[in-house]
């Protein structure tokens, strides 16, 4: 069983930074793919990014591309979304998920670990 924990999301300004962390323990971190997801209130929950398990490749939401960025580091368990010139419209719950297929995937159907999540809130 995969325990998934992110941490660093708060406020921000609009135009401002966060890092988003999402530590991985119980299972084969390296193996798997990891994704970034966001749910706003009263949308569902939506892709944001997900990188292979090697890290070689990674996808965006096109809302973000050019913002974020996702990467990780196996040797530490950790998968890490860094979000810059945040906008109103990032203001969401921000979740990390494991995908055991390894490949990385906009699916949310195809991860099978989920952490609690991180509030994003950014303010104009």
């Known amino acids: 069983q995969v325990q998934l924990v992110e941490s660093g999301g708060g406020l921000v300004q609009a135009g401002g930074s966060l890092r988003l962390s999402c530590a991985a323990s119980?299972?084969?971190?390296?193996?798997?793919?990891m994704g970034w997801f966001r749910q706003a209130p009263g949308k569902e929950r939506e892709f944001v990014a997900a990188i292979k398990w090697n890290g070689r490749s990674t996808y965006y939401a096109d809302s973000v591309k050019g913002r974020f960025t996702i990467s990780r580091d196996n040797a530490k368990n950790t998968v890490y979304l860094q979000m810059n010139n945040l906008q109103p419209e990032d203001t969401a719950v921000y979740y990390c998920?494991?995908?055991?297929?390894?490949?990385?995937?906009?699916?949310?159907?195809?991860?099978?670990?989920w952490g609690q999540g991180t509030q994003v809130t950014v303010s104009s």
């Open positions: 119980g299972g084969t971190f390296s193996i798997y793919a």
């Open positions: 998920a494991a995908d055991p297929g390894g490949w990385g995937t906009r699916d949310q159907y195809e991860y099978e670990y």
